[in-house]
């Protein structure tokens, strides 16, 4: 596969309990782009992101992300890979910090204390010490995006990450994904916020019906 591409998606599909969701998706990222990929809600875009992450397999097809397979190779893809649900999945009892902290330790960061700081100002999260469960729903975003990026992935899929968040917050992810384009790694993120495209998409999909129906520069085109 090209050298070029650091996500990449062919012929993929994927049913559950006989209900296909995704029919032959075809769909590459480039190193260094961010893709917008916008569907209605149940049109399979946090299907297509799973399989990306290697968190779930295709039915059928071959997806690749940052150089490995994600379904024969799904350690060295999640090693490589950031994800961030659109659920902020943390532990709610531990604090943002100590969340971020061990997710870099569970990636073998450099320094995960350090790094963790780094991120906790980067993402301007308050009351970093505190449980998460006491934290608002934003604040909690922001440090789930901020533990996905944590040891610097090659390829970065987020789901809806600028849902629940403040201007303030979604100025900070719109300067994180500048920044990651910057550094070389590929974005495909699913979002409901075409306004956030602007400046920000390489490239535009949309995901109807189970396959990609349109890519390309995003227009309103793309808003299902």
Do not use: W
């Not at 994927?14 to 916008?38: I, M, N, P």
């Not at 532990?91 to 991120?119: M, T």
């Not at 980067?122 to 998460?132: K, Q």
């Not at 535009?204 to 793309?222: D, M, N, T």
């Amino acid at each position: 596969m090209s050298n070029r591409h650091s996500i990449i998606m062919e012929n993929v599909s994927k049913s559950y309990a006989g209900r296909r969701v995704l029919d032959g998706v075809d769909l590459k990222v480039e190193k260094g782009q961010t893709v917008f990929l916008f569907g209605d809600n149940g049109s399979g875009k946090t299907s297509l992101l799973k399989i990306a992450a290697a968190l779930t397999k295709p039915t059928g097809g071959r997806a690749e992300t940052a150089g490995a397979d994600t379904a024969k190779s799904a350690g060295d893809v999640r090693r490589k890979t950031g994800f961030a649900s659109h659920e902020d999945c943390l532990y709610e009892d531990l604090s943002a910090r100590a969340n971020i902290r061990f997710f870099c330790a569970l990636q073998k960061v450099a320094d995960p204390a350090r790094r963790a700081g780094e991120l906790i100002d980067m993402f301007e999260i308050a009351r970093p010490d505190v449980p998460c469960r006491e934290l608002s729903a934003g604040m909690k975003k922001r440090a789930s995006i901020a533990r996905a990026v944590a040891h610097s992935p090659e390829a970065v899929l987020l789901d809806e990450p600028f849902s629940g968040l403040d201007r303030a917050g979604g100025a900070i992810v719109s300067g994180l994904l500048r920044r990651l384009n910057a550094g070389g790694a590929a974005v495909l993120l699913s979002t409901h916020r075409a306004d956030r495209a602007p400046g920000l998409a390489d490239a535009a999909a949309l995901l109807e019906g189970g396959v990609i129906a349109r890519y390309g520069a995003f227009s309103e085109e793309f808003l299902p």
